[in-house]
């Protein structure tokens, strides 16, 4: 099982960054994904959530990102995206996807993630 994320890179404030998150070694469409958050000092938080296929594909997040960020899946490319809209200096992190399916849908909780990517750096500044 493999996770890796790319698409993260320097912005100024109010611009856009697309990550992809393409995965490996399991079937994407049976699984939840994540995204989650970590800056420096700060716990690991989440961003946004999709259910699995069968789960209905439900998304959901964080209220702080909240009609900015879009979480969407492509599963014959087996990769997860998230759109990063109108950035914010606080958005600023190190972005992960993570994979699921111990709950009926996917949650924003890290202990519900079994495995997880490298991570990807976001960087918003003037």
């Known amino acids: 099982v493999q996770l890796v994320e790319s698409g993260g890179g320097l912005v100024q404030p109010g611009g856009s960054l697309r990550l992809s998150c393409v995965t490996s070694?399991?079937?994407?469409?049976?699984?939840?994904i994540g995204w989650f958050r970590q800056a420096p000092g700060k716990e690991r938080e989440g961003v946004a959530c999709i259910s699995s296929d069968p789960s209905g594909g439900s998304t959901d997040y964080a209220d702080s990102v909240k009609g900015r960020f879009t979480i969407s899946r492509d599963n014959a490319k087996s990769t997860i995206y998230l759109q990063l809209n109108s950035l914010k200096p606080e958005d600023t992190a190190v972005y992960y996807c993570?994979?699921?399916?111990?709950?009926?849908?996917?949650?924003?909780?890290?202990?519900?993630?079994?495995?997880w990517g490298q991570g990807t750096q976001v960087t918003v500044s003037a």
């Open positions: 070694g399991f079937t994407l469409e049976f699984y939840h």
């Open positions: 993570a994979r699921s399916f111990m709950t009926p849908r996917a949650t924003m909780i890290p202990s519900d993630y079994d495995y």
